[in-house]
């Protein structure tokens, strides 16, 4: 019999998931090429060559022992330096090795951070709609999660911000560029979540952590900036993942960034340590730290991932659809027909469409589209969307 606490994970497994496999069976019913599926966030785009070849040169020309050994907990030191290195050219920072822990990807990073500094009891601040698994990541430590309700452009509201901190909580998690919107917050909305945080930090005598979860940093559209937040609140802890911007999902390698400013920084470090070894992840994989190493500046073709969004878009704002046109990532997030998400992506499936509903991400109301997809598969879905408009005509 499995562990009561998994029962309800178990029968709210993941709704994106789920609409994958759907989509891989529809797909053998009616054939690939008449089934649309924008369910997962798996990118399209194949890696930049450098990481294949870097691969090839650490396997050629690295030690053995070290390719394949044990390491640090925290991973190879000169992988994180060569991190550190990299952000310091490009944010103006002034990390070292010791900053930097590797992680199995940014799931695997928020995890091992929300292991460190959560107890039972604890609130997380986040802000709707969200990545769905931050709820199971923070109940996985006995935390509490705390909602911002979303404004109306999706950027957080600093009013609202406010009123959801309390004495219990222990961090903020903020994504952005966001999934599932597409919204990039600007210097200024940091700036303003950050000064909200310095006054509850003095409000209640305590450190509020703000922990900037960034696997799409590098997806961005029409010349935005990405603010780094490390620059405007010193608590601020740092995830990364490669797996969007060099498309390599399946490799989970990823890292925490802990400033020297951020509080109690060397217990937080050591305790970052031990809860990415006792979680099972030992060490982040071994190859693909040193190969990630050796294309830090390697950059995958955003300009494939803006080409599917103007098109979808634009198709879609044609047949009557409303959303706000993403600025980052590569998700659209679309009001549903009727107003019931869950009942349009249900709908949509008679058409063979594909769409993950707003209330796996807390957004009721809405549906995402994933455009990471093939850009003639987005050609051939019009037809089904269309169809999909005028059902609720």
């Not at 797909?27 to 990118?43: H, Q, T």
């Not at 029409?222 to 993942?241: A, E, Q, R």
């Not at 937080?268 to 006792?278: H, K, P, Y």
């Amino acid at each position: 019999m499995i562990a009561k606490s998994m029962v309800d994970y178990v029968k709210g497994s993941s709704v994106i998931r789920a609409m994958f496999e759907e989509g891989k069976n529809m797909a053998k019913k009616y054939g690939a090429e008449n089934v649309y599926d924008f369910s997962l966030g798996n990118p399209s785009v194949e890696p930049p060559k450098q990481v294949k070849e870097a691969m090839i040169d650490v396997l050629q020309n690295e030690e053995p022992n070290l390719v394949h050994g044990y390491m640090n907990n925290s991973g190879y030191e000169d992988v994180r330096e060569a991190i550190a290195n990299s952000l310091n050219g490009r944010f103006g920072t002034v990390f070292g090795a010791g900053n930097i822990i590797m992680t199995v990807g940014a799931a695997g990073g928020l995890n091992v951070i929300l292991k460190t500094l959560l107890d039972p009891g604890d609130e997380v601040v986040v802000f709707a709609p969200f990545f769905g698994e931050y709820s199971n990541y923070v109940k996985n430590y006995g935390g509490v999660l705390k909602v911002v309700p979303p404004s109306d452009n999706f950027i957080p509201d600093p009013v609202e911000f406010g009123k959801t901190i309390s004495d219990k909580t222990k961090a903020v998690i903020i994504n952005n560029p966001n999934n599932p919107t597409g919204v990039v917050y600007s210097e200024e909305d940091i700036i303003r979540l950050a000064d909200v945080l310095r006054e509850k930090e003095k409000e209640y005598g305590k450190a509020i952590y703000l922990i900037a979860d960034e696997p799409y940093r590098e997806l961005v559209y029409d010349g935005l900036d990405v603010p780094y937040l490390t620059k405007y609140y010193d608590d601020t802890i740092v995830g990364y993942s490669y797996s969007k911007s060099l498309s390599l999902p399946g490799e989970r390698i990823g890292y925490l960034v802990i400033p020297n400013e951020a509080d109690d920084f060397e217990n937080v470090v050591q305790a970052a340590n031990v809860a990415n070894r006792i979680l099972g992840f030992v060490n982040a994989p071994s190859l693909i730290q040193r190969a990630v190493a050796k294309c830090l500046d390697a950059e995958v073709d955003v300009e494939a991932y803006n080409r599917n969004r103007e098109l979808l878009y634009n198709g879609l704002t044609e047949l009557g659809f409303e959303c706000i046109k993403p600025q980052g990532a590569f998700y659209m997030y679309v009001k549903a027909l009727g107003g019931d998400d869950k009942a349009f992506v249900s709908k949509a499936k008679e058409f063979n469409l594909l769409l993950v509903p707003g209330s796996t991400f807390f957004g009721p109301g809405y549906i995402r589209i994933a455009y990471c997809v093939d850009h003639d598969m987005i050609k051939r879905s019009m037809g089904a969307f269309k169809k999909l408009a005028e059902a609720y005509k």
